[in-house]
């Protein structure tokens, strides 16, 4: 495969998910509380797998940031990258060459990372503000959302999508910045903290919920056109019950797709809810998906592939306690970044180990993007690293 070739590019909407971070329990909002998965005392690390399919990999550009963390990651809009860091910086970038067309500031601290639809670039501040700078860099538009931003902001269709701490959706007109509706659904009081994207398509939204609910939206209304359970909350105490939906749901032709914390992994009719299949499974970062394959790390570090039908295709156990993040799933290899800033190669057809990548040796919690070619990471400490795998 050419340096050029092979990594799908994903509508806005549809993309992209970031994972959660190493932490302590923390206060997520209105009486809610929000708890992450991981430990902050990891066990050591296990020797790295060998090399069994050797891909050849390298790093095309790489581009340094401020510190970035949980909810950072860039996304790709009409030809160009978008990426922020936890200071307000907002970078507009070539994909092709790492060069900076724009960069920017929001003016104050960033709580998570950057959505776009290349006319409209919008970053959620830690005062719960939404600011909107347009296609120059220029500041466009902020307003407040009423709470936390716990999601990237999903800009497409006009619209911006964001999700807050209280549990409420919220859509805002991507010109003007005026709050077009609001949902909202009580929340259960233990929550992991971790943010995604909201999909879109024509007419619908599609928002992972905490509790394991699916919901679609009117995207005109907001009004709820269905709600599936992609987990079932079970346990004697608050932490058993958490099976939030992890990662942002993936739509693909007439489905969307999710996976949920000590919950299932299943594919829904984008119509109806109704779901296609499901398999047990929990996650802690998200999955990838094309028209063929389903790929997600579990909580355990095993890489599951599924046909699109649920069939198991393959599992790769090697990754086990690296900390994953969500995957990126290309026509030949599938890319997932772990907690010390390694990029592991897999190969499609049977999950072997067919290369690997260093990176600044911090962690890296959202999926790879792809992005003209290239699969592009954003690490804990900020910094974009674009890499050609052939």
Same mark, same amino acid.
């Given at each position: 495969?050419?340096?050029?070739?092979?990594?799908?590019?994903?509508?806005?909407?549809?993309?992209?998910?970031?994972?959660?971070?190493?932490?302590?329990? @923390?206060?997520?909002?209105?009486?809610?509380?929000?708890?992450?998965?991981?430990?902050? +005392?990891?066990?050591?690390?296990?020797?790295?797998p %060998?090399?069994?399919?050797?891909?050849?990999?390298?790093?095309?550009?790489?581009?340094?940031?401020?510190?970035a #963390?949980?909810?950072?990651?860039?996304?790709?809009?009409?030809?160009?990258?978008?990426?922020?860091?936890?200071?307000?910086?907002?970078?507009?970038?070539?994909?092709?060459?790492?060069?900076?067309?724009?960069?920017?500031?929001?003016?104050?601290?960033?709580?998570?990372?950057?959505?776009?639809?290349?006319?409209?670039?919008?970053?959620?501040?830690?005062?719960?503000?939404?600011?909107?700078?347009d296609?120059?860099?220029?500041?466009?538009?902020?307003?407040? +959302?009423?709470?936390?931003?716990?999601?990237?902001?999903?800009?497409?269709?006009?619209?911006?999508?964001?999700?807050?701490?209280d549990?409420?959706?919220?859509?805002?007109?991507?010109?003007?910045?005026?709050?077009?509706?609001?949902?909202?659904?009580q929340?259960? %009081?233990?929550?992991?903290?971790?943010?995604?994207?909201?999909?879109?398509?024509?007419?619908?939204?599609?928002?992972?919920?905490?509790?394991?609910?699916?919901?679609?939206?009117?995207?005109?209304? #907001?009004?709820?056109?269905? &709600?599936?359970?992609?987990?079932?909350?079970?346990g004697?105490?608050?932490?058993?019950?958490?099976? $939030?939906?992890?990662?942002?749901?993936?739509?693909?032709?007439?489905?969307?797709?999710a996976?949920?914390?000590?919950?299932?992994?299943?594919?829904? &009719?984008?119509s109806?809810?109704?779901?296609?299949?499901?398999?047990?499974?929990?996650?802690?970062? /998200?999955? $990838?998906l $094309?028209?063929?394959?389903?790929?997600?790390?579990?909580?355990?570090?095993?890489?599951?592939?599924?046909?699109?039908?649920?069939?198991?295709?393959?599992?790769?156990?090697?990754?086990?306690?690296?900390?994953?993040?969500?995957?990126?799933?290309?026509?030949?290899f599938?890319?997932?970044?772990?907690?010390?800033?390694?990029?592991?190669?897999?190969?499609?057809?049977?999950? @072997?180990?067919?290369?690997?990548?260093?990176?600044?040796?911090?962690?890296?919690?959202?999926? %790879?993007?792809?992005? /003209?070619?290239?699969?592009?990471?954003?690490?804990?400490? /900020?910094?974009?690293?674009?890499? @050609?795998?052939?």
């Open positions: 495969m050419a340096a050029r070739e092979g990594f799908p590019r994903h509508g806005a909407g549809m993309r992209r998910r970031a994972g959660l971070v190493i932490a302590s329990i @923390a206060l997520a909002g209105l009486g809610g509380c929000g708890i992450w998965p991981w430990s902050s +005392s990891r066990p050591a690390l296990p020797e790295l %060998p090399v069994t399919a050797p891909a050849h990999a390298r790093v095309a550009w790489s581009l340094s940031l401020a510190g #963390g949980v909810g950072f990651q860039p996304v790709v809009a009409g030809n160009s990258l978008f990426a922020a860091a936890r200071d307000g910086t907002v970078v507009r970038v070539d994909p092709a060459s790492g060069q900076v067309q724009w960069r920017s500031n929001a003016g104050q601290p960033l709580i998570g990372g950057v959505g776009s639809d290349g006319e409209t670039t919008v970053v959620a501040g830690r005062d719960g503000s939404l600011i909107a700078l296609r120059d860099g220029a500041r466009k538009w902020s307003v407040p +959302s009423g709470a936390e931003v716990v999601t990237v902001p999903s800009v497409a269709l006009g619209l911006v999508l964001v999700r807050t701490s549990n409420r959706v919220a859509a805002f007109d991507a010109d003007t910045g005026k709050r077009r509706w609001t949902f909202q659904r929340g259960p %009081p233990l929550v992991l903290r971790q943010t995604s994207l909201i999909a879109m398509d024509a007419t619908a939204a599609y928002v992972g919920l905490p509790g394991g609910r699916l919901v679609s939206l009117s995207l005109e209304t #907001g009004a709820l056109r269905w &709600e599936a359970a992609v987990a079932m909350p079970r004697s105490n608050e932490i058993e019950r958490i099976a $939030d939906v992890v990662g942002s749901p993936l739509l693909s032709g007439r489905e969307i797709c996976v949920a914390f000590q919950g299932r992994v299943g594919c829904f &009719e984008t109806s809810g109704r779901a296609r299949w499901a398999r047990d499974l929990s996650s802690s970062s /998200g999955l $990838d $094309d028209a063929n394959l389903l790929v997600v790390p579990d909580e355990r570090g095993e890489v599951q592939a599924f046909s699109r039908s649920g069939a198991s295709v393959w599992r790769q156990d090697k990754l086990r306690q690296r900390g994953l993040s969500a995957p990126l799933l290309s026509p030949r599938v890319l997932v970044g772990d907690s010390t800033g390694l990029v592991h190669v897999l190969a499609r057809d049977d999950g @072997a180990i067919a290369g690997r990548l260093a990176t600044d040796g911090s962690a890296i919690v959202a999926a %790879p993007v792809a992005a /003209g070619g290239l699969a592009v990471v954003q690490t804990r400490a /900020g910094a974009l690293f674009a890499l @050609a795998v052939e």
